[in-house]
């Protein structure tokens, strides 16, 4: 068991990087977005966007997921994905992919960068108990069953990086029904499969108690 | 062995039905517009989740225009009426027990402009039933219509202006309403052709679909308030395409005198998968008692009503409750001096009153699972003063206490195994029938001889 772990570490660690460029890119790209997108973007934000993601990207609702202050680099692949139709879990399929072909790809980068410089929502509190075990879970992993610690890509105060997705702040629900969709690899993520593939109903409850409490 | 022959025309019809559906490939007109799924905007068809209030309110025009603005639905089913026939042995509702195509309706609308949108639909309804009381015949004629312009203010710096607004041209009032705890997208949202059906309702639940027209502007400010006040007149001249296809036949419809007031309040709150709303509104029209002699004077219906809603919506698990009380006040300054009088005025009502009220009780509520497993329970009631000009005996449809209490329950299984077709089961069972539980009519009939149940297939595309 330990062997194969230690064999998949430097895939991962592969991967990760190869991640980290790509979100390198996408943040290159979004820096060039042109002043009238931006106008327009934070336009639609608030007269379209705003009716589920919430005002200024926070959700009242956990089906849909807080946006503000999330990574650019993240938006921007998660459009991209609703676009291309490859990210495909229920909720994508029913609500984003018809959203997205709206957004033009000039205008994707403006969205995310629209997003990306709200100011997210403050952490909310949870059940204590579920929070300590979720926060362990989150900054140490179950190392002796392969499970990584969620820092290291999701950053120690889980504000995210590139396209690590923020989930600081994000509703406990949202978070727990995408882990279940990655798991059940309704939601193509290879990384994050192969990180939850075996965590438990109550381990996704706990880490996602903890986000949100962030 | 004529029961199989009947379960096997059921299996065929069913089966047809999925079978073009699944040909037929397509969604429905909002659905291809925005791309999005059918539950994103319903719950269950017609009930509307936040994101289908907001599309309506927006004027339908979220999305990109189509170049074939049109969909349509199907439905098919048997109703199964607990005693179908009176005390001369004669039918009551023809064509029970047995499949039959019931309505088709072909929806014409959605985004016009980015600021004009609208809904219009037309039915064609297969079991309108002939003179004969036995044979149907089919007859199609425009249904729901709502055309709507609008705007939207929205701060992108402050949350504190948010205003969506607009007007609406609509051939029905309360169709134009986003919550379904008023009558025109009420439940039951689909039930019986031709069932025995209490005698009294507001004028404000149906009676005026489709024969007229209200010219209305709202506002909803913040996602919190909701108002709108909207004016009725007869749908006719220029408006008359509104009824086009409704039969007009003397005392059988409403004619209105006149423009006459709309008005619509509601507080809306949404946190986590919940959201409330608790409103009231009201309709108050002057009607001609007969609609051929529109010279006479009129009758004034005064309609109040109090309703809410709330709704949790999540995965799996959604769950909906709807109430909805409407105290009407009738006031027959028309027709009670001419009944008393000893000449009625066409074929008006003939009240022994001068004044009547009625008050209509409905609840609600609905789970689903998935959104693929629905259960639905509802209560009804309806109270009022003792009438004998209004309510006289006769049999299954009068009464002989002169009364037009009525109280019942419906309940209904859902199951949606894909978004475009529904299978419902359907049962509604009366305690009381116009005034009584035994031998309401006079006749000999009990109100639990009209319960009924009814086995619905719903198909869009």
């Known amino acids: ?214 | 062995m004529r029961r199989i022959g009947w379960i096997k025309s059921t299996l065929l019809v069913s089966a047809g039905m999925l079978l073009f559906c699944g040909q037929a490939g397509a969604v429905p007109l909002f659905a291809r517009q925005t791309g999005e799924a059918c539950e994103a905007c319903h719950v269950s068809f017609p009930e509307l989740t936040p994101f289908g209030r907001l599309f309506k309110l927006n004027g339908y025009t979220t999305g990109q225009n189509q170049w074939i603005p049109f969909a349509a639905m199907a439905q098919a089913g048997f109703t199964w009426v607990n005693k179908n026939h009176d005390d001369q042995d004669n039918l009551i509702t023809p064509k029970t027990g047995r499949p039959e195509f019931s309505a088709t309706s072909v929806f014409l609308g959605g985004k016009v402009t980015d600021n004009i949108g609208g809904l219009a639909q037309w039915t064609y309804n297969n079991l309108v039933v002939n003179p004969d009381g036995v044979s149907t015949t089919g007859h199609g004629s425009v249904d729901n219509t709502d055309l709507r312009a609008v705007g939207r203010h929205v701060s992108t710096q402050t949350m504190d202006e948010d205003w969506i607004y607009g007007v609406s041209v609509n051939n029905n009032p309360t169709v134009q309403d986003v919550w379904n705890s008023t009558p025109a997208w009420g439940f039951p949202f689909t039930g019986p052709s031709n069932v025995p059906a209490p005698a009294a309702s507001a004028v404000v639940s149906g009676a005026l679909a489709q024969k007229v027209v209200g010219f209305g502007a709202y506002s909803f400010w913040r996602k919190s308030l909701y108002t709108e006040f909207s004016l009725y007149r007869t749908a006719d001249g220029m408006f008359t395409f509104l009824r086009a296809g409704q039969s007009q036949p003397p005392g059988s419809v409403p004619a209105l005198q006149g423009y006459n007031p709309y008005a619509r309040i509601a507080y809306n709150r949404e946190w986590g998968g919940n959201s409330l709303m608790l409103g009231a509104y009201g309709l108050m029209v002057r009607m001609y008692p007969d609609n051929t002699m529109q010279f006479t004077p009129t009758d004034r219906y005064t309609d109040l009503a109090l309703d809410a809603q709330f709704q949790h919506i999540t995965n799996p698990h959604t769950y909906t409750f709807q109430a909805s009380l409407i105290r009407e006040r009738q006031s027959y300054g028309a027709s009670y001096p001419a009944t008393l009088s000893g000449s009625p005025i066409g074929v008006g009502p003939t009240p022994a009153n001068a004044a009547d009220r009625l008050l209509t009780l409905k609840l609600k509520g609905t789970y689903y699972y998935q959104r693929k497993y629905g259960a639905t329970v509802a209560l009804f009631s309806t109270t009022g003063d003792a009438d004998p000009g209004l309510y006289g005996p006769g049999s299954v449809s009068g009464s002989n206490n002169s009364s037009p209490n009525s109280h019942g329950y419906i309940l209904e299984l859902n199951y949606v195994p894909i978004q475009y077709v529904r299978l419902m089961l359907q049962y509604t069972g009366y305690d009381k029938f116009n005034g009584m539980r035994t031998n309401y009519d006079g006749a000999g009939r009990d109100a639990t001889n009209n319960n009924t149940l009814f086995l619905n297939l719903w198909v869009a595309y």
């Not at chain 1, 997205?100 to 205008?107: I, Q, R």
């Open chain 1, 1 to 214: 068991m330990h062997r194969i772990d230690a064999r998949n570490r430097p895939l991962r660690a592969a991967a990760a990087a190869a991640a980290l460029l790509l979100a390198a890119g996408f943040t290159a790209a979004a820096d060039e977005a042109k002043p009238a997108d931006a106008e327009a973007a934070a336009k639609l934000a608030a007269e379209v966007c705003s009716g589920c993601h919430g005002p200024a990207g926070i959700s009242k609702s956990p089906l849909f997921p807080r946006l503000a202050g999330q990574q650019e680099a993240y938006l921007a692949a998660q459009l991209h994905a609703f676009k291309g139709k490859t990210r495909s879990d229920p909720e994508a399929h029913n609500y984003m992919w018809g959203m997205a072909t709206l957004v033009s790809d000039e205008m994707v980068d403006a969205f995310a960068h629209y997003y990306a410089s709200q100011q997210p929502a403050p952490g909310t509190a949870g059940d204590p108990k579920q929070v300590e075990q979720g926060g362990k879970l989150f900054e140490q992993g179950i190392p002796e069953r392969g499970i990584v610690a969620c820092a290291n890509c999701h950053g120690s105060n889980a504000e995210g990086r590139g396209i690590f997705p923020r989930l600081a702040g994000q509703q406990s629900a949202y978070v727990v029904r995408q882990l279940q969709v990655i798991q059940k690899q309704l939601r193509s993520s290879p990384i994050m499969h192969g990180i939850i593939k075996d965590l438990t109903p109550e381990e996704m409850t706990a880490v996602a108690a903890y986000v949100q409490s962030k």
